[in-house]
T-cell receptor
């Protein structure tokens, strides 16, 4: 079956601009996660959705970052007033209810110039 | 102290040998433990998960967990050049927490 998909695969933007990153989880997976990975580091947790609601957003670095999952499937990570330090690979993962094994999408590489 | 620590490597192992990757974690209440493989420019791919003390084998891979020592390892038998990648250790710290906490990864190179 289809895995987690993310669009775009690459995004280049200028400092101060607004960006949206999209994640489409594995069909039937109720849990969705966003992580951010900088070069040479492991992924860092940003936010976790169970269904439509954000169950844990403790990893969002500041109020420029926001994520939604209005229908409990596709999620959008939104970054306002982007900064050069936001440059990273943004990874989305999903898991099925009752398990904690997470499967990752291919990621979106964000570059802020 | 980092929550999850791995030797960043690089770890170089000859083809056919056993590769041993190690990980320690700081939260004694950690519940679930995962190994992901990440090829350069790609996303993490789940290899193994382990919840209980002891060994868990899956093909050429064996995960080992020692909760008393707060230590988890991954053994790769009969290493192949295609095993060359970065291996990420991740833990879920407590039941219901769900978020994965990753180490920085160990870069493994299998030499033909």
């Amino acid at each position: 079956g289809a895995g987690v998909s993310q669009t775009p695969s690459n995004k280049v933007t200028e400092k101060g601009k607004y960006v949206e990153l999209r994640c489409d989880p594995i069909s039937g997976h109720t849990a969705l996660y966003w992580y951010r990975q900088s070069l040479g580091q492991g992924p860092e947790f940003l936010i976790y959705f169970q269904g439509t609601g954000a169950a844990d957003d403790s990893g969002l670095p500041n109020d420029r970052f926001f994520a939604v999952r209005p229908e409990g499937s596709v999620s959008t990570l939104k970054i306002q007033r982007t900064e050069r330090g936001d440059s990273a690979v943004y990874l989305c993962a999903s898991s099925t209810q009752g398990t904690d094994t997470q499967y990752f999408g291919p990621g979106t590489r964000l570059t802020v110039l | 102290q980092k929550e999850v620590e791995q030797n960043s490597g690089p770890l170089s192992v000859p083809e056919g040998a056993i590769a041993s990757l190690n990980c320690t974690y700081s939260d004694r209440g950690s519940q679930s433990f995962f190994w992901y493989r990440q090829y350069s420019g790609k996303s993490p791919e789940l290899i193994m998960f382990i919840y209980s003390n002891g060994d868990k084998e899956d093909g050429r891979f064996t995960a080992q967990l020692n909760k008393a020592s707060q230590y988890v390892s991954l053994l790769i038998r009969d290493s192949q050049p295609s095993d060359s990648a970065t291996y990420l250790c991740a833990v879920i710290r407590r039941e219901g927490a769900q978020k994965l906490v990753f180490g920085q990864g160990t870069r493994l190179t299998i030499n033909p």
